[in-house]
């Protein structure tokens, strides 16, 4: 690899000798010996595990629920129903005031999503716990379900979630993040070719080698560690606090290598239950997911669908551009709301255009909630907008290489959402992808700069 | 219920533990004697990161029953390395960059040090075939077939 200092050597005049050099990783050694602790690499003297009663059902009324034989169990410690649980209603984002508080730690009165946690169960070994699970009798009342963004968005669509009432995140906005720049209408109006196109995402799971999980060991003055391989310390600690209705200073979080996260690790789901376990059985408790749950449970990548309608010229200038994004949550907020609004933010994609008009919804159905993965809110929003991009290209006759050199934003061109655009250097890169790939483009397009206008 | 007794040797140590029947190897070795380099990704033989040796043999160590290895060597990526010095594979993996998470690795070794035992100067398809039981979420596979191509090289550099 090669650093070329030519391009903006006016802002970096630091060195950067690290870059194209290879550096031993500081946990590699520990990763090659076998000796690099993860958080179940540790055992410890009476520890219980836990195993959770699941809803089989993706919409469901839970009319009672009977943990009697289970009780009986032989190796079952104690067994947790909603009503154990101190603050049983939470969503993660209110640490940063994005609420309401729209999630159960354990099933209470409802499961909204197939997998849906509703019963605890605490024994001496992994098989007595989840036997045990086998024997809770919840008698469910099961009811309509929808699973589709669009249908959940009709009026008289059954309400996944009452803690919002509607099937949508309703933003300070409305029902959706909103971005107005320009008149998007006028400039379909006056374009020479208008392209709308649909594009749709499935769930992706991040299927990470090491599952979900944590073990917590009381410490006797009545507080409690949690070893946990949490991507968000202080998210899960905070929330735990809170759920826990327990001050932070009794908990203590001990994190450390991820065996693989990608996202996929930043919910506060196990932590919570493990130390309330672990609390009311004066013993450690361990709560790790199995593989099937790490696949079935674990909060994949949103289903995202996006309606594209761009309008362009012949020589190839976008003019307007229309973008209506669906994120689908599933039956919960977790970090959704928030992947919906960066979307907003992001779809005019790395051009200028001079008319914009973009709705992003947070959706709720009766499916997995869905969380964070690698970039979300934008990686499908990218995926969608780069095709779309060549197809246009394809649409005017043009080389794609060439359409997005036109198109690109450069530093000083206000973007839709009213940042100006800094360090872009979208056009340097450009040149030296066109170069690498061997895909020449005119030699106009190899003298312009992210700088200066009018090249 | 009545625990059995088991006896084998790691990495060339006497161990001996007593263990309720059906046991798994993996159990075993992590909870009761204290390896932990072997890792436990689905419990279901699927994911390789809990492959140990067994008498020069790969083996899952999530579906073998602890009760029986009795009389067996084996091995363990916590074993390699001698005196403070990497193996060949260690070294070559370190290098490579061909560890992120780290959660495969330790299966990742065995299933090298088990091919270039049975083949030390494998082709690049005889190193995919012998990692292929091992999933990898971080890396691309690519480093890891680097570095294990790397170590067949480095050994018969030595033994030359
Ligand atoms: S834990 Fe044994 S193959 Fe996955
Ligand atoms: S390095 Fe993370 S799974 Fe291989």
């Given at each position: 690899m090669e650093l070329r200092k030519s391009y903006f050597a006016d802002q970096r005049k630091d060195d950067l000798h690290e870059i194209g050099q290879p550096r031993p990783r500081s946990d590699s050694p520990g990763?090659?010996?076998?000796?690099?602790?993860?958080?179940?690499?540790r055992n410890f003297p009476g520890m219980l595990h836990l195993k959770m009663v699941r809803s089989p059902y993706h919409h469901a009324r839970i009319r009672s629920i009977d943990t009697s034989e289970a009780q009986m169990h032989p190796g079952v410690v104690k067994i947790l129903t909603a009503k154990d649980v101190p603050h049983n209603v939470y969503t993660i984002l209110i640490l940063i005031q994005i609420g309401p508080e729209d999630e159960t730690v354990l099933a209470d009165g409802k499961v909204r999503w197939k997998g849906e946690a509703v019963v605890a169960v605490l024994a001496e070994t992994e098989r007595a716990a989840q036997e045990a699970t086998a024997k809770v009798k919840v008698d469910?009342?099961?009811?309509?379900?929808?699973?589709?963004?669009?249908?959940?968005?009709?009026?008289?669509?059954?309400?996944?979630?009452?803690?919002?009432?509607?099937?949508?995140?309703?933003?300070?906005?409305?029902?959706?993040?909103?971005?107005?720049?320009?008149?998007?209408?006028?400039?379909?109006?006056?374009?020479?070719?208008?392209?709308?196109?649909?594009?749709?995402?499935?769930?992706?799971?991040?299927?990470?080698?090491?599952?979900?999980?944590?073990?917590?060991?009381?410490e006797g003055n009545d507080r409690f560690t949690c070893y946990t391989n949490t991507q968000a310390m202080f998210f899960t600690l905070d929330n735990a606090s809170i759920i826990l209705q327990m001050p932070g200073n009794r908990l203590h979080f001990v994190g450390g290598t991820v065996g693989g996260g990608f996202g996929g690790k930043v919910d506060v789901i196990v932590?919570?239950?493990?130390?309330?376990?672990?609390?009311?059985?004066?013993?450690?408790?361990?709560?790790?997911?199995s593989r099937e749950e790490e696949m079935q449970i674990s909060s994949p990548r949103a289903a995202e669908k996006v309606v594209i309608k761009d309008g362009a010229m012949k020589d190839g200038r976008i003019v307007a551009r229309k973008v209506t994004g669906y994120t689908d949550a599933g039956a919960y907020s977790r970090h959704s709301p928030y992947g919906a609004q960066k979307g907003a933010g992001h779809y005019p994609g790395p051009y200028t255009i001079p008319n914009v008009w973009i709705d992003t919804y947070c959706v709720y159905t009766n499916r997995t909630p869905s969380s964070a993965m690698r970039g979300f809110g934008v990686t499908i929003g990218d995926f969608a907008l780069e095709v779309q991009m060549?197809?246009?290209?394809?649409?005017?006759?043009?080389?794609?290489?060439?359409?997005?050199?036109?198109?690109?934003?450069?530093d000083g061109d206000m973007k839709a959402h009213r940042q100006p655009t800094e360090g872009a250097a979208l056009i340097e890169c450009m040149q030296e992808a066109s170069r690498a790939a061997n895909w020449p483009v005119a030699e106009k397009f190899m003298a312009m700069s992210s700088y200066a206008k009018g090249a | 219920m009545a625990k059995i007794p088991v006896q084998f040797t790691l990495n060339g140590a006497e161990k001996a533990e007593f263990i309720d029947s059906g046991t798994t190897l993996l159990h075993a070795l992590r909870d009761k004697i204290g390896d932990t380099s072997p890792k436990g990704g689905c419990h279901q033989g699927t994911c390789g990161a809990c492959s140990v040796i067994i008498d020069g043999e790969l083996?899952?160590?999530?579906?073998?029953?602890?009760?029986?290895?009795?009389?067996?060597?084996?091995?363990?990526?916590?074993?390699?390395?001698?005196?403070?010095?990497?193996?060949?594979?260690?070294?070559?993996?370190?290098?490579?960059?061909?560890?992120?998470?780290?959660?495969?690795?330790?299966?990742?070794?065995?299933?090298?040090?088990?091919?270039?035992?049975?083949?030390p100067d494998p082709s690049r398809d005889e190193v995919v075939e012998a990692l292929s039981g091992n999933i990898c979420r971080c890396t691309g596979y690519e480093p890891i077939i680097q570095a294990v191509l790397t170590a067949a090289r480095s050994n018969s550099q030595n033994a030359a």
């Open positions: 990763h090659v010996t076998g000796k690099t602790a993860y958080f179940a690499d469910y009342e099961v009811l309509p379900a929808v699973f589709d963004m669009e249908e959940a968005l009709k009026p008289g669509a059954p309400v996944v979630n009452e803690y919002h009432g509607r099937n949508y995140y309703l933003y300070d906005s409305g029902e959706c993040r909103k971005v107005r720049f320009g008149d998007v209408e006028a400039g379909f109006a006056g374009a020479d070719h208008v392209l709308e196109q649909t594009y749709q995402s499935s769930p992706i799971e991040h299927a990470p080698t090491e599952t979900t999980g944590c073990i917590v060991a009381p932590e919570p239950i493990a130390i309330l376990g672990a609390k009311l059985t004066g013993r450690p408790v361990s709560f790790i997911y060549d197809k246009l290209a394809r649409l005017i006759g043009m080389d794609p290489l060439e359409f997005r050199f036109i198109n690109a934003y450069r | 083996r899952l160590s999530c579906l073998t029953l602890a009760e029986t290895c009795n009389g067996a060597a084996i091995t363990t990526t916590s074993g390699l390395s001698q005196g403070g010095v990497l193996h060949p594979l260690q070294r070559a993996f370190l290098d490579a960059f061909a560890t992120q998470c780290g959660f495969c690795t330790p299966g990742m070794i065995m299933a090298a040090k088990v091919l270039l035992d049975h083949t």
